[in-house]
């Protein structure tokens, strides 16, 4: 998977938001969600889980962010949540 900054000197934050925000038009709800001990959202879409996001922070600081649409992997999220996978 590739990983790309979103923050400091560069054009990283430029490159991703935009692409981000196009992708993000089927995304009908963000809800705050504990994903693996580490804070993070549930990405709903109409049609149920399209993903997971985790915060991992440091010094009060999002030091990186873990991304998951594996299907596979949203079983386990489906299942404690009685949510369908979109």
Do not use: H
Not at 8 to 13: I, K, L, S, V
Not at 18 to 35: L, S
Not at 40 to 66: H, P
């Amino acid at each position: 998977m590739p990983r790309f900054s979103v923050t400091g000197a560069g054009n990283g934050p430029q490159r991703c938001w935009p692409e981000f925000a196009r992708k993000a038009t089927d995304i009908a709800e963000v809800r705050p969600a504990g994903i693996n001990g580490l804070p993070g959202f549930l990405i709903l879409a109409a049609d149920g889980i399209d993903g997971v996001w985790a915060l991992e922070t440091r010094d009060e600081k999002i030091a990186a962010v873990y991304i998951s649409r594996n299907p596979d992997k949203l079983g386990a999220v489906a299942r404690v949540t009685g949510l369908p996978i979109g």
